[in-house]
């Protein structure tokens, strides 16, 4: 079965530009959630999506966004760049269903913002 | 609110020596927890979970890792060290969302291993 996968791999964009990054989740899952990478703030939440509502969103200003289609492929959208959002972005699925809590990851979308 | 404590931001070991990574956690409803590997310029992949029953599980690659509840520790240990274990380990919490509602993943800082050969 075909692993999480995210477009583009990398990314080049300018501050005060807008980008979208889009990510396919496992077969099967429905849920997507999003992360941002950083060295300085590690690992953090961004927001998670299934059955195309967003279910929960972590403490980021609103020009982060996102959405969930039917087919449960996941896009997220940043507006009006800033240097600090450069970042490794990274997309999660998982199968909703009891017992089962695990998320997988996609090989994520570096972003730079210059 | 939920928290990750992974103490230690960077372990050097000897290949074939005892591999032990320290995660504390901090939350207030019964968690899950979760051990991830990260290797450069790669996502995260899933080492281990835990979610009820077992407090000792085995995971990938001869990883294990036991939870105590009274110590809210979920550590990581692996007997014997190899090369290939060289990688970034992020230690991760998440509540007991009713329904399987909460995918939301509450990450430690992330310990860098370092193998010796």
């Known amino acids: 079965k075909a692993g999480v996968t995210q477009t583009p791999r990398y990314l080049i964009k300018t501050r005060g530009q807008q980008v979208t990054l889009s990510c396919s989740p496992i077969?099967?899952?429905?849920?997507v959630s999003w992360y941002q990478q950083t060295p300085g703030q590690g690992l953090q939440f961004l927001f998670e999506y299934f059955s195309e509502t967003q279910r929960n969103k972590g403490n980021f200003p609103g020009r982060f966004s996102g959405r969930q289609f039917s087919n449960s492929r996941s896009e997220m959208n940043v507006s009006t760049l800033e240097l600090g959002d450069s970042a490794l972005y990274l997309c999660a699925s998982s199968l909703v269903r009891l017992g089962h809590y695990e998320q997988y990851f996609g090989p994520g979308t570096r972003l730079t913002v210059t | 609110a939920q928290s990750v404590t992974q103490l230690g931001s960077h372990v050097s070991v000897s290949e074939g020596a005892l591999v032990l990574l320290r995660c504390n956690y901090s939350?207030?409803?019964?968690?899950?927890l979760f051990w991830y590997v990260q290797y450069p310029n790669q996502g995260l992949q899933l080492l281990l979970k835990?979610?009820?029953?077992?407090?000792l599980v085995k995971g990938i690659n001869g990883f294990e890792a036991e939870f105590k509840k009274s110590e809210t520790s979920f550590h990581l240990t692996k007997p014997s060290a190899h090369m290939s274990d060289a990688a970034e380990y992020f230690c991760a919490v998440s509540d007991q969302g009713s329904g399987g509602s909460n995918y939301k993943l509450t990450f430690g800082k992330g310990t860098l291993l370092t193998v010796n050969p």
């Open positions: 939350s207030s409803v019964p968690p899950y």
């Open positions: 835990y979610t009820t029953g077992a407090t």
């Open positions: 077969s099967g899952h429905r849920s």
